[in-house]
T-cell receptor, first 112, second 112 residues
Framework: KAGVTQTPRYLIKTRGQQVTLSCSPI?????VSWYQQTPGQGLQFLFE???????NKGNFPGRFSGRQFSNSRSEMNVSTLELGDSALYLC???????????FGQGTRLTVV | QQQVKQSPQSLIVQKGGIPIINCAYE??????FPWYQQFPGKGPALLIA?????SEKKEGRFTISFNKSAKQFSLHIMDSQPGDSATYFC???????????FGGGTRVLVKP
């Protein structure tokens, strides 16, 4: 069974640009969550989608947004990139009603 | 009230030793407490998880101890091996949704 797949693995963007990250959950998993990991702030929850609806949201500015498609695949978008957005962005998927979350390898975003 | 505090930040043990990582939480609504292991360049991998109605859970060489009244839980790695060298994160979430609140992480080094 394939794990959580995130693409791309690495990205370099310039300040002010926008970026879209993609996450394909484990087959059958309908919940997808996104996290930002930085050395200073650790792992922080961004948002969670379930059946195409945002179910939970963390404390991030509106520049961070996401969506989920009918096949449970999810995308995350960051607009007007700032240097501080440089981080490892992680996606996790889980079965409906089950709490165990499985992470992908992440997308390393560098903003220059 | 959403914080999860993890200690120590780093730990060095000899092969065969028992690294112990501690976490404390504030929010009594948390009722699911997983531990994740992360190697450099990889996403966090679920190790073991516990619910508050259980005081101890073992899976292989990993043991979680849970003290509900003190709002603390800990991870013990029995007979540690150099391959266990990684960063370990505790986390907590409520029953609804999959918003994980993570501790700051503990970097464990097991010397041969």
């Amino acid at each position: 069974k394939a794990g959580v797949t995130q693409t791309p693995r690495y990205l370099i963007k310039t300040r002010g640009q926008q970026v879209t990250l993609s996450c394909s959950p484990i087959s059958g998993h309908r919940s997808v969550s996104w996290y930002q990991q930085t050395p200073g702030q650790g792992l922080q929850f961004l948002f969670e989608y379930f059946s195409e609806t945002q179910r939970n949201k963390g404390n991030f500015p509106g520049r961070f947004s996401g969506r989920q498609f009918s096949n449970s695949r999810s995308e995350m978008n960051v607009s007007t990139l700032e240097l501080g957005d440089s981080a490892l962005y992680l996606c996790a998927s889980s079965l409906a009603g089950i709490l165990e979350a499985f992470f992908g390898q992440g997308t390393r975003l560098t903003v220059v | 009230q959403q914080q999860v505090k993890q200690s120590p930040q780093s730990l060095i043990v000899q092969k065969g030793g028992i690294p112990i990582i501690n976490c404390a939480y504030e929010n009594t609504a948390f009722d699911y407490f997983p531990w994740y292991q992360q190697f450099p360049g990889k996403g966090p991998a679920l190790l073991i998880a516990i619910r508050p109605d259980v005081s101890e859970k073992k899976e292989g060489r990993f043991t979680i101890s849970f003290n509900k009244s003190a709002k603390q839980f800990s991870l013990h790695i029995m007979d540690s091996q150099p391959g266990d060298s990684a960063t370990y994160f505790c986390a907590a979430s409520k029953a609804a949704g999959n918003k994980l609140t993570f501790g700051g992480g503990t970097r464990v080094l097991v010397k041969p």
